[in-house]
């Protein structure tokens, strides 16, 4: 397909270039991107964009320079919470997906080891955190439902990934 | 006093809520315990707390544990009863199936050796053992299925009271000590229906040979169906406890490793540090930025550092150079030089040397409108090499143009 005629083309790159993740509940954005992807690809590669396709059928941009230090706070913030919610003897997996959480109710600061994980990424108040979750919500890592309530989409398994890599490799550690 | 059925299930029928706190506490009770525990049991209506723990004794539901007198637990037989009653049965092991498997096959090579004796009324006894034993392996498997289908019905509900990794290692253990190494066992090319397929053909031929007295054909025939039966229970009883378990096994398998990826990572970031873990290159995320502001963090630092500099004095080069002027050349004081020297060979050398006090831009500025043909035509001299021509400042380069006439 001529790159002129694919469907979309400024709104998904417009996405993409700013560092957000396409998912299935982004509708025709996605389902164009997924059906035509190799068009995109190759495109979006000659102009420099290396466009990824998840295993859990989602898209973004892999950058290689111009790295910002927002994804270590992001990451902190869901390491965090992953551990709260194993705190609270939670199915993990499950309430990840399939809960709201609500801003002025995490729990990032009611455990000290909590506190000071997330003072080491400048995190010390709900205002931060508000802050994280706006930032996660530009990156498509989480959609806002109502008031200060959101949930995470998708594209939240690239957090789940650092987790189940640090897993495996202390699993090759210990054998 | 003797234990008969009926005293026994009488005492059941009056004390069962008794009988399941025995249960459930799962371990040896001293005498103090025990009292206690007969007392939170009973009505008003019953007789004296003595008599009740004599019963227990004498009915033989409870009895002195080996390592002391004075405490007392479930006698073993009562225990499974009351297991298999809530469904909560000790699991079999594959090892536990295995003991009965090899009595299989002593029983199997007993029957064969009485059936190549001929010795058909011999059959009788193993055929009364096989039957148990094959009722043993079925009701294992089945007692394995309804309690694995407890235990997981009671992990399901204890999250937000037990933390994932403790729901993951009871149901690890389940999936991988017993689930797993059974289906080994019971596969269908496994030891079991190896065992099942020997055991089949002998009892076929004691069914079916009418050399065999009718008697013994029919009680092979009902070991056969006997046999067939759990065959099929043992399997579909097999494939129902996974089912039943690998659907949460999975969910906590990914549960515990997500928590103890996420707890060795918080680890790190507490002990060393968030830098170490090199989360922004490992995400690889696209900047965002808006048009205008500096992409490079080090050049932005640089330039608010900057801010506050106060330069130094500037360096004084010398006293300026003399500004000399020139009147511009007329085009007829050109054309009058030109004129007085035609032919002319090499015009560039002309105009080099003639005007030499004039700077050299203003030479090449007089060459370039000779070439541009204002004064005549101006072509290259013919079989001319190309020469240098040496200037204060420069050396140049060019192939000789001439001049024959300029017009007037």
């Known amino acids: 397909m001529d790159s002129c005629e694919l469907p979309h083309l400024d709104e998904i790159f417009g996405v993409l270039r700013l560092g957000g993740h396409l998912c299935a509940e982004d509708g025709m954005h996605f389902y164009k991107l997924r059906d035509h992807f190799d068009d995109y690809h190759r495109l979006f590669s000659a102009l420099g964009f290396d466009l990824v396709r998840h295993d859990r059928d989602f898209f973004y941009f892999r950058s290689d320079s111009d790295l910002g230090k927002e994804a270590t706070e992001m990451a902190v913030f869901f390491f965090v919470l992953v551990d709260a919610l194993g705190d609270e003897g939670a199915n993990i997996g499950d309430t990840i997906f399939k809960e709201e959480f609500r801003v002025s109710e995490l729990p990032h600061f009611r455990k000290q080891s909590h506190r000071q994980c997330m003072a080491e990424v400048n995190v010390t108040a709900t205002e931060d955190l508000e802050k994280i979750v706006k930032r996660m919500e530009r990156y498509g890592f989480t959609t806002r439902t109502r008031g200060d309530f959101f949930r995470f989409r998708l594209p939240a398994w690239r957090f789940i990934d650092l987790c189940y890599d640090a897993s495996k490799k202390n699993e090759e550690e210990t054998q | ?408």
């Open chain 2, 1 to 408: 006093m003797a234990v008969t059925l009926k005293n026994f299930f009488y005492f059941g029928h009056k004390y069962h809520q008794l009988l399941a706190a025995l249960f459930e506490t799962g371990e040896a009770a001293d005498a103090a315990s025990l009292r206690a525990l007969i007392e939170r049991h009973i009505d008003e209506t019953a007789p004296s707390m003595e008599t009740i723990e004599e019963q227990l004794l004498s009915y033989g539901i409870l009895e002195q544990t080996p390592y002391s007198d004075t405490t007392f637990e479930l006698r073993a037989e009562v225990r499974d009863l009351l297991a298999w009653i809530q469904k909560r049965q000790v699991l079999a092991t594959a090892d536990v199936i295995r003991g009965y498997l090899n009595q299989l096959r002593d029983l199997t090579k007993e029957l064969q050796e009485l059936s190549d004796a001929e010795n058909y009324p011999g059959v009788v006894h193993p055929l009364t053992d096989l039957d148990r034993a094959l009722e043993k392996i079925r009701a294992h498997g089945l007692g394995n299925y309804e309690s694995i289908a407890t235990q997981v019905q009671e992990l399901q509900s204890q999250h937000g009271e037990v933390p994932p990794r403790e729901r993951f290692q009871m149901i690890n253990r389940i999936w991988n000590r017993m689930l797993r190494p059974l289906r080994q066992l019971i596969d269908d090319r496994g030891p079991i229906e190896e065992r099942f397929d020997h055991l089949n053909s002998l009892l076929k031929e004691l069914a079916d040979a009418p050399r065999i007295p009718r008697a013994i054909q029919r009680r092979a025939s009902h070991s056969r169906a006997r046999l067939a039966r759990t065959r099929r229970d043992l399997m579909v009883s097999h494939n129902n406890a996974v089912r039943e378990v690998e659907p949460l096994y999975e969910q906590l398998r990914l549960d515990s490793r997500l928590l103890e990826g996420a707890s060795r990572l918080l680890k790190v970031v507490r002990q060393q540090g968030a830098a170490v873990l090199e989360l922004d290159a490992r995400m690889c995320l696209e900047g965002w930025r808006p048009r205008g502001l500096f992409s490079d963090d080090y050049l932005q630092s640089r330039l608010t550092g900057l801010s506050d500099y106060e330069p130094d004095d500037e360096a004084v080069l010398g006293d300026p150079l003399p500004i000399v002027t020139y009147e511009p050349l007329r085009r007829q004081q050109i054309l009058d030089v030109l004129y007085d020297a035609c032919p002319i060979n090499d015009v560039l050398q002309l105009v080099l040397e003639y005007w030499s006090e004039r700077p050299l831009i203003d030479r090449l500025k007089i060459f370039a409108s000779i070439h541009r043909g204002d004064f005549g035509l101006c072509q290259p001299l013919a079989e001319a090499a190309e020469q240098t021509y040496p200037t204060d400042l420069v050396e140049l380069r060019a192939w000789p143009m001439k001049l024959e006439h300029v017009e007037r």
